[in-house]
């Protein structure tokens, strides 16, 4: 999952990068409104965290812009005046939720999961697709109840594929929300990764989770089972 | 008398009625003076007619010669009456114009006497009498005084007397009409520019407009324009502080914010030193939390501010929420009365209604209900009923007194539970509204809150 996070105090911004990093988070940062709004615009992101007290250019604005700019993915706000009139204003503006500050990491972190989730289409934040259970909060995976041991990146690949089961999701978005903008792009990685996940996930080869659609991308071929 | 109108008309009209007054006075008591006058000189020369014209009879007694006889005297009832009495021979002569009346002459009079009377006669008509007593030296029976009476009926300067003091009233009280109506009259165009100002004033309380307008005459206009820099200055004053403290709240908050995160981990373990911090840090935020937001609170309606239309804030705090509470399977109902309205600060009824439907969202199964009405027929500050139910657990009867308790203050508390609902309550009573906690029919707690509206 791909996060931009917009935050013009230099600590903070650190330690939402470093956290969420270590969340298994692929994170782009910007320490102003306009350095943020050219990354909300250009990067293929997944979500995005916008401090509303920006400098050059307001919050409230950098998320009209992208919404204007018909960006669609969910925005979670943070705000230091915890007023009603804020949080109104910036949903009104195209936000999704918001955390006041001073925040618990865990809770914009829980924020976080249930917006993508909810983007994705899931309530709960376990989510089950036949005998597979991801549960995003304890970022584990079972088999038909069976623990299931996944490196980080294999379980970041399958809780993007999940959260979006039945979308076909191309190698380039999947490489473009691993990695760091800077990263070398390997596309084999992705086949490597996918390859793995496949046998760990369904050694019999019975289940097929994974559909490989040639030329397209990828696709969670289960059925969702919660809603 | 609240009006400057009435009073100065008060001032004017009191002075103008006691000069028409005491004029009409003056004016009846000379003419009355003027009449008594003249029916004492029609007394006098009918008393000397009859005295020249009194001849003596064969009998003895005196009476005057028919032909020499005035036709009034001569007419029943004409109002003029005479009457001639000679003790010695025991006669009286009376005028035939006595016939059928009853006219009280007085009594017989002494040689040289003379007397004015005056008398009733029946059907309440009053008559001034003239008597003398005289003796005539030629009079045969010497020594006889006889008594002269002349009367004259008052009927016609009765008559008279009132057809003028009704005309006096006719003409003084028009003309009082008259100069009322016209100090009326200048008095609204003197008045105007006051009235302007007042109806400029009212538009600023009520929101309509921000200023006054100008073009105010001389007396006036220093008024209203330092009355719009009072306005212009307190919003931009009050705007300022807002500002200053939001900024206030922001660079104090992001600071702990760092502070905290630089912490994770060693939270968890209890007694640690980091523990021990992350507590006052959350102390500390709840204090700046609940401070600021006291502090920001204006607490009363800001001159030249709109009243807020408490549908369009219901509706907003509702998509808001909704957003919000996405996770969750929400409905909120509002019932909201057309054109209610919180007359008040907006920032202050976001906040409030902000706090408790967030509070009701957080805790119901799925059902929030907000209930907005208006009754006209309690104080002006609790016009506006605001009832917000949930289908929760509900609030335990011990801390429902708690919330309702004046003073209570949460500072100690863990944010997010309790500072919503203190601030909620430092805000009614600033506003000096009401607050109840029951039960709804919802299932869960129902808060009642009276704030001013319309």
């Known amino acids: ?101 001073p925040f618990h990491f865990e809770e914009v972190l829980a924020r976080l999961q249930a917006l993508l989730r909810r983007a994705g ?96 991308g990828y696709r969670f071929a289960l059925s969702r089972q919660s809603a | 008398m609240h009006s400057l109108s009435r009073r100065l008309l008060l001032c004017v009209s009191i002075p103008l009625f006691l000069l028409f007054g005491v004029m009409g006075f003056v004016l009846d008591l000379s003419f009355r003076e003027l009449s008594n006058r003249s029916l004492q000189q029609v007394l006098d020369s009918q008393m000397v007619q009859l005295i020249a014209a009194a001849e003596l009879q064969p009998n003895g007694s005196y009476a005057p010669a028919a032909r020499s006889l005035e036709s009034a005297l001569s007419t029943p009832g004409s109002g003029l009456y005479a009457q001639i009495r000679s003790p010695r021979v025991n006669t009286v002569w009376q005028s035939p114009s006595t016939a059928g009346e009853s006219i009280a002459f007085g009594p017989a009079l002494p040689p040289g006497a003379r007397t004015f009377s005056r008398a009733t006669e029946r059907d309440d008509d009053e008559v001034a009498v003239e008597s003398r007593g005289i003796q005539f030296s030629d009079d045969p029976a010497s020594g006889q005084t006889l008594t002269f009476s002349v009367a004259v009926s008052l009927g016609p300067y009765q008559k008279e007397l009132w057809r003028l003091r009704s005309q006096l009233l006719e003409i003084f009280g028009g003309l009082a009409l008259l ?168 920032g202050d009824f976001v906040e409030l209604l902000g706090n408790v439907l967030d509070n009701a969202c957080k805790w119901c199964k799925s059902r929030v209900r907000l209930t907005v009405s208006i009754d006209n027929y309690t104080f002006s500050r609790e016009r506006l009923k605001v009832v917000i139910e949930d289908d929760g657990p509900g609030i335990s009867e011990e801390d429902r007194r708690r919330v309702g308790q004046r003073g209570v203050r949460t500072d100690e508390n863990v944010p997010g539970h309790g500072i919503g609902l203190a601030m909620v309550q430092d805000t009614i009573e600033m506003y000096g509204g009401s607050l109840s906690i029951d039960e709804s029919p919802l299932g869960g707690a129902r808060f009642s809150i009276r704030l001013p509206g319309r």
């Open chain 1, 1 to 101: 999952m791909r996060v931009l996070v917009v935050e013009d105090e230099a600590a903070l911004r650190d330690m939402l990068k470093a956290r969420l990093t270590e969340a298994g988070f692929t994170v782009d940062v910007a320490a102003d409104g306009e350095e943020g709004l050219f990354a909300a615009l250009e990067y293929p992101l997944d979500v995005a965290i916008i401090d509303l007290g920006l400098p050059k250019l307001a919050g409230l604005e950098v998320i009209r812009r992208l919404r204007a700019g018909r960006k669609t993915y969910p925005i979670l706000i943070l705000t230091a005046r915890d007023n009603w009139q804020d949080k109104v204003e910036g949903l009104q503006a195209g936000a999704d939720d918001y955390v006041p500050k």
């Open chain 1, 121 to 216: 289409g899931w309530a709960s934040p376990e989510l089950v697709c036949g005998p597979i259970t991801l549960d995003t909060r304890a970022q584990t995976v079972k088999v038909s109840g069976e623990r299931v041991e996944l490196t980080t990146f294999e379980y970041r690949i399958l809780e993007h594929l999940m959260l979006r089961a039945g979308e076909v999701i191309s190698k380039t978005e999947l490489t473009e929300r691993l990695y760091d903008e800077d990263f070398e792009r390997d596309s084999n990685v992705i086949e490597v990764l996918i390859g793995r996940l496949r046998r760990k996930l369904d050694p019999q080869d019975e289940l097929k989770p994974i559909e490989t659609l040639r030329g397209r």
């Open chain 2, 179 to 346: 100069l009322l109506g016209t100090l009326a009259l200048l008095l609204r165009w003197v008045l105007s520019p006051l009235r302007r100002l007042e109806r400029e004033i009212h538009a600023v309380e009520e929101g309509r407009t921000d200023t006054l307008g100008s073009g105010y005459p001389r007396e006036l206009s220093g008024v209203a324009t330092n009355l719009n820099a009072l306005l212009v200055g307190e919003r931009k004053r009050v705007s300022r502080y807002r500002d200053t403290l939001g900024n206030l709240a922001h660079s104090l908050k992001t600071p702990l914010s760092v502070m905290r995160s630089a912490l994770t981990g060693e939270v968890k373990t209890a007694g640690s030193p980091g523990a021990a911090l992350g507590s006052e840090i959350d102390r500390m935020s709840g204090i700046i939390e609940h401070q600021l937001k006291r502090a920001a609170a204006s607490g009363g309606a800001l001159f030249g501010q709109a009243p807020v239309d408490v549908a369009a804030v219901a509706s907003e705090l509702r998509a808001t929420l909704l957003k919000v509470y996405a996770r969750k399977d929400l409905s909120i109902e509002l019932a909201v009365e057309l054109e209610s309205q919180f007359i008040g600060d907006r």
